[in-house]
């Protein structure tokens, strides 16, 4: 247990609906990141905040997407009309400035 | 952003050493690089970090080449809980969030 808590674990719905993720960083951590996970490959960016603060987003980051950090504390993901090309693990992470990121155990989301 | 080239899998026994390059050629000089690890069904977890020189801590030592073009992860007894997925990425501390498929590493019993 790293000490960053996401929820739901997994989550299966149809396709066009909405779905909304949690991720709990690390009390500390100022930093929040969001990241997808297709089978068979390594983790690809999605957002990161610093703070409150949405800093770079990626161009998968289609704007059926956002996220959310109020208040800098927890940050939510959610994705609009999803598409079966949605069905990934969702992972977060969580770091101070200047060093590494600790990730959560994923959402893994199915999208029929 | 820094690519890396991983091989796709690597096989080791138990209680032998393990040496897992990547290659980074295109890193800044301010690119720390970075390996995490992943278990199955679990999120990556963080291995080690470097930026110059070697380092060593309890999971594992990591040896970069001078000109910082590649680098090796070196597990030194591989057990069967070091099966998983290793990723390299350079990261320059939040600003570089790159990583490939990574190699699998099977150890066998």
């Known amino acids: 247990d790293t000490g960053v808590s996401q929820d739901p674990r997994h989550k299966i ?4 609906q909405n779905v909304t993720f949690r991720c709990d960083p ?3 951590h100022n930093r929040l990141y969001w990241y997808r996970q297709t089978l068979g490959q390594g983790p690809e960016f999605l957002t990161y905040f610093q703070n409150e603060a949405q800093l770079e ?8 997407f956002s996220a959310e950090r109020p208040k800098g504390s927890f940050s939510t993901l959610e994705i609009q009309r999803t ?3 949605d069905s990934a693990m969702y992972l977060c992470a969580s770091s101070s400035p200047f060093t590494v990121q600790y990730f959560g155990p994923g959402t893994r989301l199915t999208v029929t | 952003d820094a690519k890396t080239t991983q091989p796709n899998s690597m096989e080791s026994n138990e209680e032998e050493p393990v040496h897992l390059p990547c290659n980074h050629s295109t ?3 301010t690119d720390y690089i970075h390996w995490y690890r992943q278990l199955p069904s679990q ?17 594992a030592s990591l040896a970069i080449a001078e000109d910082r073009k590649s680098s090796t992860l070196i597990l030194h007894r591989a057990t069967l809980r070091d099966a998983a997925v290793y990723y390299c990425t350079g990261d320059n501390y939040g600003q ?4 490939g498929p990574g190699t699998r590493l099977s150890v066998l019993p």
């Open chain 2, 27 to 29: 890193i800044s000089g």
């Open chain 1, 57 to 64: 987003k990626s161009r998968l980051l289609s704007d059926r």
């Open chain 1, 26 to 28: 690390i009390s500390e």
């Open chain 2, 96 to 99: 570089n969030f790159v990583f």
């Open chain 2, 43 to 59: 999120g990556p977890e963080y291995v080690i970090h470097g930026l110059t020189s070697n380092v060593n801590n309890r999971m």
């Open chain 1, 13 to 16: 719905t149809k396709r066009g």
């Open chain 1, 83 to 85: 598409e079966q090309g």
